[in-house]
């Protein structure tokens, strides 16, 4: 069994940064890909970016290329997303995922281990 607890997020103003970071336990994730998505007040849970098995390729939802950056460290089995130029559209929980397979994906259906969320609100 893997759990992933989130952490880092709370209230920062438009423009401002914040750096999550999701913590595994129970078994190692260094063989496999890791995701970040957010879900807003009445929306749909969004892809927002993934991450390779050994952190080699990185991709990003269109809303914050640029702007957040994923990575991970293996050998303490914890993956982090730097926020920058925060904007209030970025306001949601956000969740990290553990997928099965070892190359990025970008759907929730191929993530099988999920952390609980950590609440983000950037306000104006």
């Known amino acids: 069994q893997v759990q992933l607890v989130e952490s880092g997020g709370g209230l920062v103003q438009a423009g401002g940064s914040l750096r999550l970071s999701c913590a595994a336990s129970?078994?190692?994730?260094?063989?496999?890909?890791m995701g970040w998505f957010r879900q807003a007040p009445g929306k749909e849970r969004e892809f927002v970016t993934t991450?390779?098995?050994?952190?080699?390729?990185?991709y990003y939802a269109d809303s914050v290329k640029g702007r957040f950056t994923i990575s991970r460290d293996n050998a303490k089995n914890t993956v982090y997303l730097q926020m920058s130029s925060l904007k209030p559209e970025d306001t949601a929980v956000y969740y990290c995922?553990?997928?099965?397979?070892?190359?990025?994906?970008?759907?929730?259906?191929?993530?099988?281990?999920w952390g609980q969320g950590t609440q983000v609100t950037v306000s104006s």
């Open positions: 129970g078994r190692t994730f260094s063989m496999y890909a």
């Open positions: 995922a553990l997928s099965r397979y070892s190359s990025p994906r970008y759907y929730s259906s191929q993530y099988d281990y």
């Open positions: 991450i390779s098995w050994n952190g080699g390729s990185t």
